[in-house]
């Protein structure tokens, strides 16, 4: 009977999994083959290629990943790395403003009434809005695209920071009071590893926004990275090759939101 226990808990676990699995390959099974119909029966305009041809492609280009023929012709390979060390790079310049500036704002119900203003009036613009300031203050499309990525980022990050902060339990910081810390080793010891789960949730979502932005920013950058990847392939026509790229766009999306859902697990783990 002991040994029975185990075992019946872990049955729902693996059909509910195994039920996920099965509805996940029959709607893509039947959206491919809806996709594939509606081509065959020129439902869809003559641009828009076959399931098949897509997938044809799609492999074309993940078979061979980095080979280079010239500045035009780059394996989808080099287009994502470039893509992510701007996106790396923008969401870094982001998060140095944002986690501090949030840290002080949660700090103190004054500033955080007079910053808050301005992050509700920044907040929801377009990161297209900013690209032609980004060129016009920094006259580089290189620095302009790390610009519009650390400034549509950021955001998420600000506002968790300060709630994480703002929220901390008043009676652990009465302890470190009344255990003497300095108002900067309760900042270090106290209010950021409690505020540490919301800090990672905004860098998540965060990171997401980064990698969102990077395809407009980078039409005017050129040369390499996924969105020049697209607008290149639009002029040449080549839909499977821009079928492709979102679907690489895609799955490297879910890689770094599940890379973020580790760490936000592990800086959580106290409070599970």
């Given at each position: 009977m002991a040994n029975s226990l185990p075992r019946r808990k872990l049955v729902p676990i693996w059909?509910?999994?195994l039920q996920a699995l099965a509805l996940f390959l029959v709607v893509l099974i039947t959206f491919l083959g809806v996709w594939e119909l509606g081509v065959q029966l020129n439902i869809f305009s003559q641009l828009v290629p076959s399931a098949s041809q897509t997938l044809q492609a799609?492999?074309?280009w993940v078979s061979d990943l980095f080979f280079d023929y010239g500045p035009n012709d780059k394996?989808?390979?080099?287009?994502?790395?470039?893509?992510l060390r701007r996106v790396v790079t923008g969401f870094f310049i982001g998060s140095a403003i944002a986690i501090p500036l949030g840290i002080l704002i949660g700090l103190s119900d004054v500033v955080s009434k007079a910053i808050d203003p301005y992050i509700q009036v920044l907040k929801p613009?377009?990161?297209?809005?900013?690209?032609p300031l980004?060129?016009?203050?920094?006259?580089?499309?290189?620095n302009t695209a790390l610009f519009v990525i650390a400034?549509?980022?950021?955001?998420?990050?600000?506002?968790?920071?300060k709630f994480?902060?703002?929220?901390?339990?008043?009676?652990?910081?009465?302890?470190?009071?009344?255990?003497?810390a300095s108002r900067w080793r309760t900042i270090w010891k106290v209010i950021l590893p409690a505020a540490a789960p919301s800090i990672v949730a905004g860098l998540r979502i965060s990171i997401g926004i980064a990698?969102?932005?990077?395809?407009?920013?980078?039409?005017?950058?050129?040369?390499?990275?996924v969105g020049y990847f697209i607008w290149n392939e639009w002029n040449n026509l080549e839909i499977t090759s821009i079928l492709t790229a979102i679907i690489v766009i895609g799955l490297v999306g879910l890689l770094l939101d599940r890379l973020f859902g580790l760490l936000q697990t592990w800086v959580s783990f106290g409070q599970q």
């Open positions: 059909s509910s999994n799609f492999w074309g394996g989808i390979g080099w287009h994502v790395l470039a893509s613009v377009s990161p297209l809005a900013w690209l980004g060129l016009g203050l920094l006259k580089n499309s290189e400034i549509t980022s950021l955001w998420p990050t600000l506002i968790n920071t994480g902060v703002s929220n901390v339990d008043p009676a652990v910081l009465n302890v470190a009071r009344t255990l003497g990698w969102l932005v990077i395809v407009a920013a980078e039409i005017l950058v050129g040369g390499t990275g």
